[in-house]
């Protein structure tokens, strides 16, 4: 059973011209695959700027190059660094010196430009290259500053590639993860140029095929991946993926629930009632199609202060501490996220992370709140205390339930809806009071969630929002860099991340969970605390 949604009389022409285009293309890719049952489906809403990896910058821009591309090493479902490209590595020099041995058995996919045999093996060289150009201002990388801590790199040989620290950084074999540090073929993206986005080549187990940008995204099975599954069967199982580009959640889950595509990431307003109750379980008439999958992410939303505004309120620590004790997670998660998500009583660092103390944060307590803001009118003289949150429309709901909890202990709350490109730009710039963000995870480490409040990386020229400073917060950070000890650094950022909460720079509202609906004739998909999308060892079988 499928509940009908109801579109407006302005809705319903544009809603039936995108879904006859993509009956049209969903027709099309089943009459040139020999089995539908081998082809997974899924929609972007937010669209694909380039499949090159050097601008894997977003999770949609991520989803589709991880496909397509390898690097030296990848990670886990656990977070854990493990083999790819490199099939082993040493660390020394006081954990500077980073040395791998690469596999001799990984390809190129086919191109004309390789020649005779139209691929060619992979070698330590085409990392140097890789890496050079992820440096090169003349491409202008977003990824560039996952080199920042590197003082060199070589190609020893064909299958040893070196890579020298300034100092030592115990995340930066997760770093390499990321997509940014794909290897790229010099003599293809030489030959397209900036057009080498929308032609992609790469070692992946899946090859680029066609794009017909804003509609139509096609890849199809790398018979020449090295990757093989536990009991040596090649990877990927799949013979294709189709990406299409339905522009709005609403939409998408539409197709999804008729069973034109095969997953839905994340739980949006437009149908997180259609299909869960509000204990995050699966309503009765999907149970029988649709699998959901659930676990912590890297991800942590709140509200910021900018700490260098002249608004008394946003200065007092004192109403900072108050806005953090005045409204309950918990009832927050179970009725705007129908209890997808962890109520954030701990710190910055979320749940899942090394470092993560569920102590370290603020629990519901009007009372307390009451009386901080009783003794912020007694210290200032302010009778009628009030704070404006900026927000995008899609948070509001989120604000909207503080503002009317903060009210109830006293402080006014605005709230202020503009677009999300002019929220980020204000946020930058410092032309907000207090707003709503979120951080995910570039890598697996705290540092990555602490780098936030360290005085040196002010916003515009880098992410420290609200221009926290700390003395002794920016020694234990730096200390943490050379602290070789895993304990040792975890309980450095534990401190460090006690320090922040007091001070309550920010109100940490929740941590994210993945969560993903699949049909049920999917499997092996899987699920990560950094979202990534791995389709290399997903299978479809027939519905019976």
């Known amino acids: 059973m499928v509940k009908r949604f109801f579109l407006s009389s302005s809705e319903l022409p544009h809603y039936i011209s995108i879904c006859c285009a993509i009956f049209i293309l969903i027709s099309c890719e089943s009459n040139n695959q020999s089995n539908s049952n081998s082809v997974f489906r899924y929609n972007e809403h937010k669209n694909i700027g380039s499949l090159d990896p050097a601008f894997s910058k977003d999770n949609a821009d991520i989803w589709a190059t991880n496909q397509l591309f390898n690097g030296l090493v990848q990670m886990d479902d656990s977070l854990n660094v493990i083999p790819c490209i490199a099939k082993n590595w040493t660390v020394t020099d006081s954990a500077t010196t980073y040395t791998f041995n690469l596999r001799n058995d990984v390809y190129f996919h086919k191109h004309e430009l390789f020649g005779k045999d139209s691929t060619r093996t992979v070698t330590a060289q085409d990392f140097e290259y890789s890496l050079n150009r992820l440096q090169d201002k003349q491409v202008a ?25 300034k100092q030592p950084f115990p995340a930066f074999l997760g770093l390499l993860t990321m997509k940014y540090c794909s290897v790229v073929p010099k003599e293809i993206v030489a030959h397209y140029g900036s057009d080498f986005r929308s032609n992609p080549i790469g070692t992946g187990p899946f090859k680029f095929k066609r794009w017909e940008e804003n509609i139509k995204l096609v890849f199809r099975k790398n018979n020449l991946y090295f990757e093989k599954d536990t009991n040596g069967n090649q990877l990927p199982y799949l013979e294709a993926v189709a990406i299409t580009f339905l522009p709005d959640k609403q939409s998408e889950f539409l197709q999804f629930a008729q069973g034109n595509i095969d997953y839905v990431s994340g739980l949006d307003a437009s149908y997180k009632d259609e299909i869960l109750t509000s204990k995050g379980e699966l309503r009765a008439q999907y149970k029988t199609d649709v699998d959901i999958i659930r676990g912590p992410y890297l991800n942590t939303e709140y509200l910021a202060f900018y700490l260098d505004s002249e608004v008394s309120e946003i200065q007092s620590k004192l109403l900072r501490q108050a806005v953090n004790y005045g409204f309950d997670r918990h009832k927050m998660m179970t009725y705007l996220r129908n209890g997808i998500g962890i109520p954030a009583n701990g710190g910055f660092i979320p749940k899942g992370l090394p470092g993560y103390n569920e102590q370290t944060g ?8 009451k009386q901080l803001i009783d003794d912020f009118k007694a210290e200032t003289g302010i009778t009628q205390p009030s704070i404006t949150i900026t927000t995008t429309s899609n948070y509001l709901s989120f604000c909207e339930y503080i503002q009317r909890e903060l009210q109830k202990v006293g402080l006014q709350v605005n709230v202020d809806v503009i677009p ?3 929220l980020k730009d204000a946020k930058a710039n410092g032309k907000l009071d207090m707003f709503r963000a979120s951080w995910v995870a570039d890598y697996p480490d705290a540092e990555n969630y602490l780098s936030l409040y360290y005085s040196k990386n002010f916003a515009p020229n880098g992410p420290n929002y609200t221009h926290f400073k700390n003395e002794l917060f920016d020694t234990w950070y730096e200390q943490a860099f050379t602290e070789t000890n895993t304990k040792s650094r975890e309980a450095l950022y534990t401190k460090m991340d006690s320090l922040i909460m007091q001070d309550a720079p920010v109100v940490v509202m929740f941590y994210d969970e993945v969560v993903r609906f699949t049909r049920k004739n999917v499997n092996g998909l899987g699920i990560n605390p950094i979202n990534l999308l791995e389709l290399k060892k997903v299978r479809k079988t027939t519905l019976q």
Request: charged fraction near 15%; glycine fraction near 2%.
């Open 362 to 369: 603020y629990s519901y307590q009007p009372e307390k709140a």
């Open 141 to 165: 990388s977003p990824g560039s500053w996952v080199l920042n801590k590197v003082a060199n790199f070589k190609a020893v040989n064909d299958t040893v590639f070196q890579i020298q620290l």
């Open 420 to 422: 999300a490109a002019t």
